[in-house]
């Protein structure tokens, strides 16, 4: 039987989320630059390592806003704010400090991190089982029997842990129609719109009655004139956002297991932490 544990990090999910948890914190280096983010960051790793106790670790992030998605539809994630200008500086540190404790660093320009996370994923399924910790709800498409998707909720240590049961249970949904929901409804987080008109309650109800998008547009004159009409006047953005909502699980990158083993150097730990003014941190690795 495998035991091998491989905890997969969304990093800008985590430096994000910790950036605007931490917003009162004004803790920062001797130089005046800010740390808040990152202590936040530390936090919820440790904190998913104590609980999820990975064999192996690894984090997933986005290299710039320009990925194939903004190629096929301009307007994408285009009501992003930019970020924070005390954050900014944050982006590379907690990449070094992340490569620091011997946790790889992955992206690849052209890709979003979940392409990179969904890939990795794949792979590494067949050697262990696999946690995403995310915020990201658009993972839950990659929940399998080897794959968990682990949402963060509101405080530290809160989190929901979807398994094919719990996705069924708690959403009514299988992992694939999780993209079709996105296809029929949009992600005005991530500014494309779906079909005008329909939101999450009936795209539930379409796809448990027809299973998937092909299945809807092959049963249109069942569906009432309404509906017909709204996805007929929408088709190509229905094609265009089911498209984008699906993550890319053929990116070509790679990361060796044996490159993901958690085993933090104590000695480094403490240092890093002591130059970044974390020292408090170092109680947190199990």
Known sequence: MNENKILIVDGMALLFRAFFAQSYDARRMADGTP???????????FDAVNRFEPTH?????DMGSKTFRTDMYANYKANRPEAPNDLIPQFSLVK??????????????????DDCIGTLSQKLSGLGHVYVLTGDQDMLQLVSEQIHVVIMKKGR???????????????GVHPFQIIEMKGLTGDTSDN?????????KTALKLLQEYESIDGILSNLDALSKSIK?????????????????????????HCELDACQWAVPMDTAQQVFDQYRLSSLLKLIG
């Not at 494309?192 to 999450?200: A, F």
């Open 96 to 113: 070094d400090i992340v490569a620091a404790l011997g946790i790889p660093n992955v992206g690849l320009e052209g890709y979003e991190a």
């Open 35 to 45: 740390t808040n983010a990152i202590y936040g960051f530390m936090q919820y790793l």
């Open 57 to 61: 670790v690894l984090c997933c992030w």
């Open 229 to 253: 009409a709204k996805i007929e006047s929408d088709l190509d953005m229905l094609h265009l956002s089911r498209t984008l909502a699906r993550i890319n699980i053929e990116v070509p990158i």
């Open 192 to 200: 494309y719109p779906g079909v005008k008109g329909i939101g999450e």
């Open 157 to 171: 240590g809160n989190y929901a842990v979807y398994d094919i049961a719990f996705l069924r249970e708690d959403k």
